[in-house]
């Protein structure tokens, strides 16, 4: 279904109103999906100010947005009134270096960061590179949330290289601190034969906290901050005692905490939160759970006193 014309009119107000302009789920704040965190992790290392539109605050912009650029899937970037792409596209154009062109900011440049080659994953790299074209090389990735990537790519200026067991692998430039001390091995394991991306600097992983172990939690008095993520109409339906609603005010209050201190954030069912989680464990928490279930498990489980929807 195509978008009114007042909505359509609305978009191209807000997509003009500044430079750079991301229509997003959730807020630069507080993103809640992991390809709008990306993007917004992307974009905070590179400019200072730009504007973003939670496109779940109005189910209008959410469709219209995709009529207006015949793009289908949420974040969207413009920048000068020009339509960017989508996290994937963004991605690849802030690892080439295209995206800080874009946006008039200075690739800069980069030592090569110091990477260990197992004998194993030299070999498997050396056959790849036999199916490679002309001048390509292994180009490793390290994006603003750690995902670590291996393909093909051209020397170019947004690159440096690095040295190993024989292989020379391409960085581009806003990998390479991210790189350092990475280790690229080839093993075997439940999913098959592949590259294994051991990197030292990746935050710790999200834990999956079952709602009995965060009842124990609580229980022993060493459960964190409880952080619910849904909106004031669910909370006016169920809420767990303790919690505290992740609003603005929240969030302001979550900027002053000590790295240390335990996160856990938990929503209906465990899905936005867990984005939530994430999203601050990229901001450098570093004991960081979700709710596993979210409410619905607590109701179900814990305390049946709390009302189900």
Same mark, same amino acid.
């Given at each position: 279904m195509s978008s009114s014309e007042p909505t359509h009119q609305q978009i191209k107000s807000l997509v003009e109103s500044d430079e750079v302009v991301l229509f997003m789920k959730g807020s630069r704040n507080f993103p809640q999906c992991g390809f709008s965190s990306t993007v917004v992790?992307? /974009?905070n290392g590179l400019v200072s100010d730009y504007k973003t539109v939670n496109v779940l605050s109005d189910p209008a912009i959410r469709q219209g947005i995709k009529d207006f650029s015949s793009w289908p899937t949420i974040p969207q970037l413009y920048v000068g009134g020009e339509f960017i792409g989508g996290c994937d596209i963004i991605r690849d154009m802030y690892s080439s270096g295209d995206l800080q062109k874009k946006l008039g900011v200075d690739a800069g440049s980069a030592e090569p960061p110091t990477i260990t080659i197992t004998a194993g994953a030299a070999e498997k790299l050396k056959e790849a590179m036999s199916d490679s074209e002309p001048g390509e090389l292994i180009h490793l990735s390290v994006d603003a949330k750690f995902k670590a990537q291996l393909a093909f790519a051209k020397e170019g200026p947004a690159f440096v290289k690095a040295e190993d067991n024989g292989v020379t692998i391409l960085v581009d430039v806003p990998s390479c601190k991210r790189a350092e001390g990475v280790t690229i091995d080839y093993k075997d394991?439940?999913? %098959?034969? %592949?590259f294994k991306?051991?990197?030292?600097?990746?935050?710790?992983?999200?834990?999956? /906290?079952?709602?009995t172990e965060y009842?124990?939690?609580?229980?022993n008095g060493d459960s964190g901050r409880l952080y619910d993520v849904?909106?004031?109409?669910?909370?006016?339906?169920?809420?767990?005692? %303790?919690?505290? *609603?992740?609003?603005?005010?929240?969030?302001?209050? *979550?900027?002053? /905490?000590e790295r240390e201190t335990p996160l856990v954030f938990m929503c209906h069912t465990g899905v936005r939160s867990r984005a939530a989680a994430e999203h601050f464990r990229d901001l450098g928490f570093k004991t960081v759970y979700n709710l596993k279930g979210g409410i619905a498990a607590w109701s179900a489980e814990i305390d049946p006193s709390v009302p189900t929807y």
């Open positions: 992790q992307i /974009l394991s439940d999913r %098959g034969p %592949g991306i051991d990197n030292p600097n990746a935050p710790a992983d999200v834990v999956e /906290l079952a709602v009842k124990k939690m609580r229980d849904r909106t004031p109409k669910e909370r006016d339906l169920a809420v767990i005692e %303790g919690s505290v *609603l992740l609003d603005d005010s929240a969030v302001a209050e *979550l900027d002053d /905490l």
